[in-house]
């Protein structure tokens, strides 16, 4: 009987795998990277590896959260680590002196981030591109500003430091980190598909058409501030857990560069691109740790040669390159099939 | 296919990174970590004074560890910490894992140490820090020893102890002031730049400068990386004050030296400036930062005992500068690991640490024993004073940096005076003296 | 005092309006928002100090060889990485960003991270009412004055300046009628570049060189632009001595808030742009065409 039952269940999984997975390069890669991350300290355990692993991953949150607010929305956020920095020091002060555990303090911290994205959100309203741009780069450096003259709370240019671990372990560690990347980019990606993402890409196309239709775009851009926040503050308050300290490094305008860059390179108006980006850039850039002086030079000419080729970022690059899409009914199909898997109108 | 593909690709992709991920290991060797911003003045003296010490023992044939004699092998580790310390942590953690340290030396910025600190104590590997003055860092041995016992601190002398040394330098600068240009009271402006670490020494300084029989003329906290004081020096200069306190460990204290050189400003400068401790300091300041005074581990022609001759000459011979106190990785490695090795017979970590934080032993910076704090806690801190290491005051002459401090200096009426060997008077600027003479 | 926040405020706003009209005519003119444009004044600067210290010439004409050096990089560079994709602005700026972060490790690796300086074109200060003046800041003020000038002339007077206008106003039209955009821009990169450079020369001589120098500029000169207005050159010399002014009060009003001059001046930056969000004197069409 539960063995009638569990067959059903596999043929119902195999043929799901068949059909919706197996069919397009870009869902199986999806599928293996997830694969990859889940069970790697299976085989692995070296701390070391972990530890990239851990970083790529919160890193990553941090990256699709700017392309949900910057990509979709198109609000060029170049003040990113601001919302970082607001969950690293909330988390860490909250941990540190009222002693909030980490399941507690990383939420605290991303509501805290969210009401920075609230403060950022609301005079940005009027403004647009390039002006919108520059302005949230100034944030970080003024909330950096205070953090230094109110050392006492702040712990200036030391930061916080003696917080509580995540867990016990590092796989410990690993494991909440790849679930909560996994869970919450996947949960950015379906925001994007649904209607709520309709009106940020929308906003982002013409802001002017959306307000026509009736839809007030004020709440949807300031949510999109908002919920870029929350999810940015999110990843602050697990590197805060994670490195045990909150310094102004979290604010720095180098690290909002960076969100920037991962996001850009890696394409987009995608959720995946800047997480694959993420996890392809930061490994990369401390593999090239055995030539230390020209570690960072070879990442900036890394960068400056792909979007030379690949303008709209890597990613899509790639997937245009495996991916065809059908004329009659917009489905995307393996390149190297000559009809559609599902209309069979003609590929070329 | 393409599937196929794909994941014969992922497959590749993971062999490579376990190829990465497995260590090599190579037997007999003792295996020393320098981490340190390698691409800065602070990670090369890491790294140069690390590179003498190892050369010099393994030219003798190594290390006796028990009955077999280990070499000493270094590995350099960028932490890039002025930049990232997310880098500086995973520096760390390589040297942990990938190269498998017995030891590490090294360490700077505050907030990366901190951190590193935390990682190596993980590991329960000795961390000797060479670049943090933070108090911080020892406290924490006194409140958790279990943790953190593994830490020791070689250079500099902690905050307090800069604070103090300082302190003494302005009394000494006010009291050769006082008798050479007459003045009825030396007033003193104070200046740090908006940090930290120089939060607890104005506060101090405030306090000290009435006990000592002075004035305080004012207080200025420019940015660390201003790179315009002009205002400053124009307020600096109209409050009267004959003396400015300089409290400085970033670029603020090149401009600061060279507009007031350039300006002209009637008041020397004593106290703390990291940047007037490097050789380079003259050209940065285009010559303007002439008779400055600043605390410094090491100065040319200084000798504390016998050994710190030898060392700052071939320091100097070989990488053509004097040593900052960033290369007491040299001390480290020569003075305070390896004979504690030799002694207890053993690389292990904790036998080592039980040896050294009881240990009393002289290296080039001075004689080095551990405190304990008032409960009588260890703190792997070292011991500042007459007899042990006071650091010395230097200032800038003629393009040359002369050690001017202690120079018959007593650290209390009844104590002994000390002056080292090759210490020079102390020279006031002569528009100092044109500005007062009337 | 009030002369001391005056000076100070004229001689700060004279280094942020050398930097940031460059930075706003290539936005204007290009679309570009050249995130490297701090990046080729820290480039000039460490070429006068390679000449000056290493080779030892005379501080003039290492600047003046600089500045080419500097403009024909930047001319380089913009024709191989930024030409091809003027399109996507968003790539652009990340090539912009990446060839600054090049450009720090180059200087890193050829002069290592030290703090150097290099001597300053005229020594010595005089003093006018009571406050110390340095001739650097002198000429540093004067130079930005004549380039103001200059630039006028270039851009009202010549047929190059017309042309230069009008693909600033409309690129499409100005295609139109016969102007060759592409090449517009290209002569407008080149003028930035050198301005760059030549505030690189002049004002280096006041301040640190080292390889991140070019970051604090660089967010002073984009809150100078935004606050003026993007492609308004009037805006961005307004708006230079504004914040110019913001910091000098801080600075005086406030000693031991000195470092805070940056948040200051920021601040009075978005209180701006929230009254008006196209800066004092941007223009508030539609942008995107």
Sequence with gaps: MIMGWLAFYLRKLYSIVRGEILVLPSRVVVVLFCLFLLLLPLFSKDPYMLRILIQASIFAILAASWDLLSGFTGQMNFGHALFFGVGAYTAALLNLHLHVPPWGSIPFGALAAVLAGLVIGIPCLRLRGTYLALTTLAFPIILMGIVFTLPGITGGELGVSGISRLSGSRIGDYYITVVLMLGLTTLMWKITDSKTGIIFHAIREDELAVRASGINTTRYKLLAFSLSGFFAGLSGGLYAHFMRIAGPSTLEVGLSFTVVIWAVFGGIVTIYGPVAAVFILFPLLEFLRFWPEYRTLMFAVVILLILLYMPEGLIPWIRDKIEKQCPRCKLRNVAVRKTCRVCTASLD | ?438 | MILDIIVSGLISGSVYALLAIGFCLIFGVARIVNIAHTAFYMVAGYGIYFGTHKLGFHPLWCMLASVIMVTLFGLIAYKLFIDPIREHEAAVLICTIAMAMAMQEIMLLMFTGDFLSVPSLMEGFFKVLGVKIFYQQLLTFGLVLLILIALWALLMKTKLGLAIRSTAQDREVANLMGINESRAAMVTMGITVGLAGLAGAVVVPLTILEPFMWMHPLIMMMAVVVLGGLGSLKGSFVGAYILGFAEALVVFLIPKGAFLKGSVALSVMILVLLIRPEGLFGVAFEEER
Aim: charged share 20%.
């Design chain 2, 1 to 438: 296919m393409r599937r196929l593909k794909v994941g014969w690709m992922m497959m590749a992709a993971l062999g490579l990174v376990l190829a990465i991920a497995l260590p090599a290991r190579a037997a007999d060797v003792i295996k020393i970590g320098v981490i340190g911003p390698m691409n800065f003045m602070q990670g090369k003296a890491h790294w140069n004074g690390a590179t003498m010490a190892a050369e010099e023992i393994n030219a003798k044939g190594g290390v006796q560890v028990g009955q077999k004699k280990m070499m000493i092998e270094l590995v350099k580790a960028d932490s890039n910490e002025h930049i990232n310390v997310t880098d500086a942590t995973n520096a760390m953690e390589r040297l942990m894992t990938q190269s498998k340290v017995d030891f590490v030396v090294g360490g700077f910025r505050t907030e990366a140490v901190l951190a590193m600190q935390d990682i190596a104590m993980d590991y329960k590997k000795i961390f000797i820090g060479c670049g943090a003055a933070t108090d911080e860092l020892c406290l924490r041995v006194a409140k958790d020893y279990n943790k953190y016992k593994y830490w020791f601190r070689q250079t500099p002398i902690n905050s307090t102890f800069l604070g103090r040394t300082s302190f003494i330098h302005l009394a000494t600068v006010g009291a050769i002031l006082k008798k050479s240009l007459n003045l009825p009271q030396v007033k003193i402006a104070v200046v740090g730049e908006k940090a930290v670490w120089t939060e607890g020494m104005i506060k101090a300084a405030e306090a000290t400068i009435p006990k000592m029989g002075m004035e305080v003329a004012g207080i200025w906290q420019p940015s660390p990386v201003a790179t315009d004081v002009a205002a400053e020096l124009s307020a600096i200069q109209r409050s009267g004050a004959h003396i400015i306190f300089t409290i400085f460990s970033a670029a603020v204290g090149i401009t600061f030296a060279r507009q007031a050189g350039e300006l002209k400003i009637p008041a020397v400068q004593v106290g703390i400036n990291v940047e007037a401790q490097k050789d380079g300091f003259t050209q940065a300041t285009q010559g303007m930062g002439n008779y400055v005074m600043t605390l410094n581990t090491y100065a040319r022609g200084v000798e504390f005992n016998e050994l710190t001759k030898p060392f700052v000459d071939a320091y100097i011979k070989r990488f053509g500068e004097t040593p900052t106190y960033n290369a007491g990785t040299y001390d480290a490695i020569k003075y305070t690991l390896a004979p504690a090795i030799e002694k207890t017979g053993t690389l292990d970590a904790d036998k080592l640490v039980a040896y050294i934080e009881n240990s009393k032993y002289m290296a080039s910076a001075g004689t080095i024993a551990y405190l304990k704090d008032a409960e009588g806690r260890p703190l792997h801190e070292i011991t500042w004073g007459p007899g042990y290491v006071t650091s010395v005051g230097v200032q800038w002459q003629d393009g040359e940096l002369k050690g001017v401090w202690p120079n018959q200096w007593k650290a209390t009426p009844e104590a002994p005076e000390v002056t080292y060997k090759g210490i020079v008077p102390y020279k006031i600027p002569p528009w100092v003296i044109e500005a007062y003479k009337k």
